[in-house]
Structure formats: structure tokens, C-alpha cells
């Protein structure tokens, strides 16, 4: 019998004007699988994955999580899914005013409603997963892309999520810079964490996905597993996507 899964996300629409950027978008995840969203810029990855956590409405669809479906209108519901399903961007979102540990206690304080002495401690075991403890009195400005993404992490996990969703992590990162954070994402991976991620990774999607879902226009054209979508796909757009991805990043295969 198949594990029901933690999160279902059903005909996600999303329109801008006249543009439809998802059409009709649906995915579902277990527990401690991680699925990777691939596809051109503009394809509706982001979107998708906003959608799903409600930080942009979607127009239509509907969305569940632990079997319940999330209804939108109902405000505490609505904050309670979020601290379920954490958010990590592509650009840090990160207050420049906070130094890294300040970064990660501030939710655990004003939305969890945590002591400071409870928080601080939770926070700097956060910051110490991420290898981030040597720096935690520092302020954004003092740290690299990579450790600013790392602090985003921690303060995602912080809140004890049970899904995370990453938003293309290493795409504000130089080349340098994006080992690190994927090898903390592997860890998450390894730790059994359970994740929905947009990515032009495609050797690192290659290594940990369980499922790999390519959109282009909105639309799902292809989803399987990762050797079947990056190296022997059926549709032709996907193809062509994969092919032109390894040509500029490489091939592990």
C-alpha cells in the first residue's frame, strides 16, 4: 500500500492579465522524498512553488496538507501552514538590520511565541547545522551569498517544518559559493527532510531527486524519475532542455 502524502498541491492556476503563467499544475509528496521542478526561466517554477504556499493566490486550485485541504480565507489556518511548509528564496530575504542568530530567533519569538533564552538556543543549533556557529553576531552585509542562503535554511528549519520548499537556492550564488549550500541541502536530504525544490542543478537533481518535473509555459509536460527525465525523456521540448542544461553545466552521467 503507497504512503498517502504530506503534501498535494491540485491544479494550481496562476494568470497575470492575459498571461497564464501555471496551468493547471499538480504535484504530490511524501514524506522524506524530495521532488525538483526544472524548466526554462519564466516557466512557472517559482510561481508553482508560491502558489503552493499561498505567498502569490493562485486563481484556481486547491491544496493539502496531512490530508486536510488549506483553505486561504481562514487566516490562522493559513499562518499555521506556513510555519508547516517553510519558504527558502532565491535572493536570502534576510533583515539587513538583524545579525544571523537575530535572523533566525525572530520567528521563533513573534510567531512561535518562544522565550528568548529558548529561542536563542533553538536558533544557534539551527546556525550550527548549517556550519554557520562562527558567525552568528555577524549582520548580512558581513557574510557571503552562500552563508546568507545557509541562514535563510536555518531559519526555515527553526520553525520545524515538515515540507520545505526552495526556490532555485543557488541561483543569486557565485559558482564558488553553491557547493556549500548544496551540500547543506544534501544534508537535509540525507536527514530525511521533506522538499519540493526549483533548480538548473541538473547533476545535483540527478543525485538526490526522487521525481524531476519539467514545465515550460505553465504546463507539466514531463515528470519521473530522475534518470528517465534527464537522460532517456520522451517529450521532445524535454529533450531539447536537457541536452542544451548539460551542455552548459556538465554531464555526471
Known sequence: MSKPPVLRAENITKRYGKKVVLNN????ICERELKILIGPSGSGKSTF???INFLVTPDRGRVWLDGREILRTHKRDLNAYRQKVGMIFQDFNLFDHLTALANVEIG??????????????????????????????????????????????ARALAMDPE????????????????????AVIKDLRANGMTMIMSTHQLNFASEVADEIIFLEDGIIVEVGPPDK?????????????CSKMRELYGNSR
Open 25 to 28: 499544475a499538480s504535484l504530490s
Open 49 to 51: 512553488l508560491q502558489c
Open 108 to 153: 521563533l519569538t513573534r510567531v512561535r511565541k518562544m522565550g528568548k533564552e529558548e529561542a536563542c538556543e533553538k536558533a544557534m543549533q539551527e546556525l550550527d547545522k548549517v556550519g554557520l556557529r562562527d558567525h552568528i553576531a555577524k549582520y548580512p552585509a558581513q557574510l557571503s551569498g552562500g552563508q546568507k542562503q545557509r541562514v535563510s535554511i
Open 163 to 182: 515540507v520545505m520548499l526552495l526556490d532555485e537556492p543557488t541561483s543569486a550564488l557565485d559558482p564558488e559559493l553553491i557547493t556549500e549550500v548544496l
Open 229 to 241: 527525465i534527464l537522460y532517456e525523456p520522451e517529450c521532445e521540448r524535454t529533450i531539447q532542455f
